[in-house]
């Protein structure tokens, strides 16, 4: 399996632009996770998806994010309109559900400059 | 909150040294996992230990847990430059066993 795959790996775009991020979960996997990370405020845990619905947005920071799972092998996480403050690496995870532990497999990252 | 504490924030070694990083939770887990983030890449899992278990290893990586002190240690024997990286904890627990991650510790091996 070639792994989580997340695209692009790099985004510039300005302020007020939508963006859109994308991710391929390894086969099989019933969990699909969207961190984000800056320097400031660590790894966060913005939404997750099991079985492609969500489960848990409480970590959205606010309605500009919106994220879907369309299907088992797919999911994007928007940001509509986009802020400076929202450069970041955005990570896609994704864990199979083995029950007493999930293990999470991450993407390369996206990392998102917007000026 | 079920947050693991990385410390040091930051840890510079010399090659072949050996290089130890402390995590710290507030409440019960029932796991908890050690992960490594490379400049630019994603995490990538290391080693899961759950709370009935004391030590493990894997190859240079040995893992400590005390649940008593709700504290857990990562161990890598005879670094190498190679190791360099960002290292992570993540605790489990409740229901969900959805990771928590902590804010990381720093790793730089000088070779």
């Known amino acids: 399996d070639a792994g989580v795959i997340q695209s692009p790996r790099h985004e510039v775009t300005e302020m007020g632009q939508e963006v859109t991020l994308r991710c391929k979960p390894i086969?099989?996997?019933?969990?699909l996770f969207w961190y984000r990370q800056t320097m400031m405020r660590g790894l966060e845990l913005l939404i997750y998806?099991?079985?492609?619905?969500?489960?848990?947005d409480s970590g959205m920071p606010e309605d500009r994010f919106s994220a879907k799972m369309p299907n088992a092998s797919f999911s994007t996480l928007k940001i509509q309109p986009s802020e400076p403050r929202d450069s970041a690496v955005y990570f896609c995870?994704?864990?199979?559900?083995?029950?007493?532990?999930?293990?999470?497999?991450f993407g390369a990252g996206t990392r998102l400059s917007v000026l | 909150s079920q947050q693991g504490e990385e410390d040091p924030q930051a840890l510079s070694i010399q090659e072949g040294e050996n290089a130890t990083m402390n995590c710290s939770y507030k409440?019960?887990?029932?796991?908890l996992q050690w992960y490594r983030q490379n400049s630019g890449r994603g995490l990538v899992h290391l080693i899961l230990?759950?709370?009935?278990?004391r030590e493990k290893h894997s190859g240079r990586l040995r893992v400590t847990l005390d649940t008593s002190k709700k504290s857990s240690s990562l161990l890598i024997t005879a670094s190498r430059a190679a190791d360099t990286a960002s290292y992570f904890c993540?605790?489990?627990?409740?229901?969900?066993?959805?990771?928590?991650f902590g804010r990381g510790t720093s790793l730089i091996v000088h070779p």
């Open positions: 998806f099991n079985n492609n619905v969500p489960i848990d």
């Open positions: 086969s099989g996997h019933d969990y």
């Open positions: 230990i759950r709370s009935n278990e």
């Open positions: 993540a605790t489990g627990a409740g229901g969900s066993y959805i990771p928590t």
């Open positions: 409440t019960s887990i029932n796991n």
């Open positions: 995870a994704s864990s199979p559900d083995r029950g007493v532990s999930n293990i999470q497999y």
